[in-house]
């Protein structure tokens, strides 16, 4: 027998060893049970199970939406530039929410001169000013002067006192009207001294502006007082205005028979009263020029925001076009491009960003000068991670497929090669944004970049100018910093998942 015949037999079946399979028993292909999972839903579900990336998203969509909505739901009082207060000086006032037990209080150490001052405060309106005093009438061995000193907790609200306000003719009408409307008094009697520049002096001080006390300790009062025939004051009057003999005149009368201006005393917290409907509170407390840090920090946010996001499209955009070029074709091509790439990588940023705010601003504007000072170098590196990918992923078998069966190299590069770096390319762009925010931020607070306007702030504006309060004032800088602080953090944790949820190599895995 041959050596193939005897090969065959070894491969031979007997008859007896096949037996006949049921028909009821036969296994069939079932249908799957499930839907198919795409690239994307996989992503997430992956994102989902990282709780610190989902609280990072949740704490990132807040800070969004305060830096999108508080501008436009919080009209003044509460708007970017609060039109009174720069004349009406509601500077420098805390946070004030009355309902979680922020008052808007201070404790201070005062000499008895301060004492007197807020004393006479809440005599002349009514408004409790001196909240609580710890410590009375002590002297200090380590002070030079003789005065004595109180230890207070004072309301920094109502302690604003009195103001000189100009009105006219309509305006002083208007508010009488609106105190006997409302039992209200915002008007308050003119004082006798012409020279006297404090409007809440309406007391007698001696040379060295101590009070001089009656008998009983009470203040004497030096309100300018009229005949009874002028009467462009008819409205509620204090309490010291008692004698209708010699009524206390409560405005002075300036100008024409025609044309009249008055020039008032007014209470800045019920004035306040007056404009706006309610009494002042300011969640964040006010900056140095009396701009309500609330709204103020919301708008500087959406412009941070707006600037980055715009930076990070573009840079998206230049980005992908340049790594992608380099990736797909490599060899002396991508050898030229990332030497272009390693020149402008090399240029310091700051050079660049002072030398485009010296000349270029000037034709574009800051805004416009610092947008091309990021996209100048920024894309570099989203075209470096579009470069890896390419390189990464133009071997593959698909890619070689669609190849051979005719696809052209536009399509073989944003069709088959691009969709499978979207991920890399997508947590890359996100994570631009705060890197954005933070260097602007940087630059402004080193003076770098000016972007301060009545009607324009940014996040880094903020903190430069609350800088020179850390000291006596540290909510003008804390709230900014604590943004930005959130900011980062969540964007780091948010990116960390990103990348997970879209890494191809854990597809598919629990």
Request: charged share 20%; aromatic share 14%.
């Amino acid at each position: 027998m041959s050596e193939k015949k005897m090969n065959a037999a070894a491969f031979e079946v007997p008859k007896e060893k096949f037996r006949f399979v049921p028909m009821e028993g036969r296994t069939h292909d079932k249908k799957l049970e499930t839907k198919p999972v795409g690239y994307f839903r996989d992503a997430m579900n992956r994102f989902r199970k990282n709780k610190g990336s989902v609280a990072a998203a949740w704490i990132i969509l807040l800070l969004v939406l305060y830096a999108i909505f508080i501008p436009i739901f919080c009209e003044t009082p509460y708007s970017l530039a609060l039109t009174d207060t720069m004349y009406l000086n509601y500077t420098k006032l805390p946070p004030k929410i009355p309902f979680l037990g922020v008052d808007g209080c201070s404790d201070v150490t005062v000499n008895s001169g301060k004492y007197h001052y807020y004393r006479a405060i809440a005599e002349e309106t009514g408004l409790e000013t001196i909240r609580e005093t710890y410590r009375a009438d002590y002297k200090d061995p380590t002070a030079s002067s003789k005065s004595t000193f109180y230890d207070l907790r004072v309301d920094n609200y109502t302690s604003m006192g009195m103001l000189y306000l100009t009105l006219t003719g309509d305006q002083f009408e208007d508010i009488q009207k609106w105190q006997d409307e409302h039992g209200i008094q915002v008007i308050y009697p003119a004082i006798k001294d012409a020279k006297q520049t404090d409007a809440n002096i309406w007391y007698e001080v001696d040379k060295k502006g101590q009070p001089k006390l009656d008998k009983a300790g009470n203040l004497k009062a030096i309100y300018r007082t009229t005949t009874p025939e002028d009467t462009a004051y008819h409205s509620l009057r204090i309490a010291a205005d008692n004698d209708p003999e010699h009524p206390l005149a409560y405005a002075r009368v300036a100008g024409t028979s025609t044309a009249k201006s008055y020039v008032t005393r007014i209470n800045k917290y019920t004035y306040f009263q007056y404009r706006y409907g309610f009494e002042p509170g300011f969640i964040f407390g006010t900056n140095a020029r009396g701009q309500d840090i609330f709204t103020r920090l919301a708008s500087g946010a959406r412009f941070s925001f707006l600037l980055a996001i715009c930076v990070s499209a573009i840079n998206l955009f230049i980005g992908t076009i340049y790594g992608a070029i380099e990736g797909y074709y490599g060899g002396t091509t991508d050898l030229v491009m990332e030497r272009i790439s390693d020149i402008l990588a090399e240029i310091p940023f700051i050079v660049v960003t002072v030398l485009f705010q010296l000349h270029l601003a000037k034709k574009v504007g800051v805004i416009g000068a610092l947008l091309f000072a990021f996209v100048l170098t920024g894309w570099i590196g989203m075209a470096s991670r579009v470069r890896m990918q390419f390189y990464r992923f133009k071997g593959q078998e698909y890619v070689l497929a669609a190849r051979t069966l005719g696809a052209r190299d536009s399509r073989l590069m944003f069709r088959h090669i691009f969709p499978n770096s979207l991920g890399t390319i997508i947590t890359g762009s996100i994570l631009v944004i705060p890197g954005v925010i933070f260097t602007e931020s940087s630059l402004t607070y080193l003076n770098i970049v000016n972007l301060e306007s009545s009607t324009m702030t940014s996040v880094g504006t903020m903190l430069a100018n609350g800088k020179d309060y850390l000291a006596t004032d540290p909510y003008i800088i804390f709230f900014p910093a604590l943004f930005i602080s959130l900011l980062e953090i969540s964007f780091n944790l948010f990116g960390n998942g990103l990348r997970d949820a879209f890494n191809p190599s854990l597809r598919g895995a629990d």
